[in-house]
């Protein structure tokens, strides 16, 4: 038996490699993870500019008390370059985001000044106000976006802003999916007596794909030793990392772990956690195999817990683990120590702080339990019961479909 830390550990151990890079136009970037490091190659802005609308002075004709009149010189739209320098006693009329011209190092708003034709006439203010400086956003040479990132749109417009049109991310790695048991059915297709149909095929493709790999879907296989065999064969020739569910428990027909030593090899299968304990995680020929418990909560949970540090490690993420949150139990839970419990839980921001509760009945076969639920309670090896009140750790569940 070893823990989920040692587990997530030794996978990422396995994991060493990256999948290749390849070039993408900006418009598909989203989501992906940047392959290296990006330095930008100039200043954002470019040049000093201006934050209003309004009139760009020098602050040596801003007058200390009363008023000054200024001569306007010229017409700066957005995008417009004033050729000369500004001179004492003029200004330049300037629109938002128009370089500042040469002498200029202030910009007046235009509601607090007076027009009249060419005339200008200014009031006190301080120097310096409403410029844009250069570099203020990024500054050239420096790294904005580092390895490993994902692209979020932020980081897909910074990398816009400095004028890449394509940019070099991780492939996406490859997953070969399938289900074991010939109790398990193909949603759409009728059911026969003793047959339940298949969750475990359509969850686990939303996770993989929320991890951002390719998923290609190897349908139910049944228990049977040649049939499984050849199916993870060909599971493993096409994908980075292959997922089965079921089949790992210690029935007679739980065949997953046989087959794995005479095609491959187990790393390990028996993990100090509740739920989700059986679990076989090993090799494939070059391939990655996290064979998950069947029922349908333990092998979300397997594959949140092991197969996407996995699948984040390949495509280069930087962060594989899940940032943790803490919230009051609003409700008592039972806990056996010596190992990691996972509760469905429903996180709530009530009287000034985080709370959580269970989602109700906890059975690693409730998948409803999942959708009620927005996070993972997660009770650490050391912890008995939790009362009403206690701190626990939480991790929320993605809202993203
Ligand atoms: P197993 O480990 O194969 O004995 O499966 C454990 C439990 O999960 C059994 O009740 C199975 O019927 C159920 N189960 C296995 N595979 C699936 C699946 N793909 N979808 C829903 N339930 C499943
Ligand atoms: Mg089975």
């Known amino acids: 038996m070893i823990s989920v830390r040692d587990g997530q550990t030794r996978i990422l151990a396995q994991v060493s490699e990256r999948t290749a890079p390849e070039l993408l136009p900006l418009a598909d970037a989203r989501g992906r993870v940047l392959w290296e490091s ?214 007679a027909y739980d065949l997953v772990k046989e087959v794995l030593t005479e095609v491959g090899g187990i790393d390990f299968w028996q993990v100090a956690m509740q739920p989700g304990r059986p679990l076989a995680v090993g090799r494939i020929g070059a391939a990655h195999f996290f064979g998950l418990p069947g029922n349908p909560v333990a092998s979300m949970l397997a594959f949140l817990l092991f197969a996407r540090p996995a699948l984040y490690a390949l495509a280069g993420r930087r962060r594989v683990l899940p940032e943790l949150w803490s919230a009051r139990a609003l409700e008592p839970m039972r806990k056996k120590q010596g190992r990691r419990e996972f509760k469905r839980g429903i996180l709530t921001f009530e009287a000034g702080g985080w709370r959580v509760r269970t989602t109700g009945p906890q059975g690693s076969g409730i998948l409803s339990s999942m959708v009620a639920g927005n996070c993972l309670i997660v009770l650490e090896e050391e912890r008995g019961d939790v009362a009403v009140g206690d701190e626990v750790l939480v991790e929320p569940l993605g809202c993203d479909a």
């Open 38 to 251: 990006l330095r930008a190659s100039f200043d954002v802005p470019p040049t000093d500019n201006s934050a209003v609308d309004g009139y760009a002075v020098s602050s040596a004709d801003i007058p200390a008390a009363g008023t000054r009149d200024l001569t306007i010189v010229g017409d700066l739209p957005a995008g417009g370059v004033f050729a000369g320098a500004l001179r004492p006693g003029q200004a330049i009329r300037i629109m938002t985001g128009a370089p500042m011209p040469a002498g200029a190092d202030t910009v007046y708003p235009q509601e607090n000044v007076e027009r009249t034709g060419d005339r200008l006439r200014v009031p006190p203010m301080a120097k310096g106000l409403n410029v844009r400086l250069r570099g203020e956003d990024v500054q050239s040479g420096r790294v904005v976006i580092e390895a490993g990132s994902v692209l979020r749109p932020q980081e897909v417009g910074l990398i816009a802003s400095l004028g890449h049109g394509q940019i070099l991310v991780s492939q996406r790695p490859r997953v070969a999916l399938l289900s074991t048991g010939d109790e398990v059915a193909e949603p759409g297709t009728p059911r026969k007596p003793g047959q339940i149909y298949d969750a475990n095929r359509s969850t686990l493709r939303g996770l993989a794909e929320q991890c951002g790999a390719v998923v290609t879907d190897l349908g139910i296989v049944p228990d049977r030793r040649e049939a499984l065999r050849a199916r993870l064969e060909q599971a493993a020739a096409i994908a980075h990392v292959v997922v089965s569910s079921g089949g790992v428990s210690v029935g």
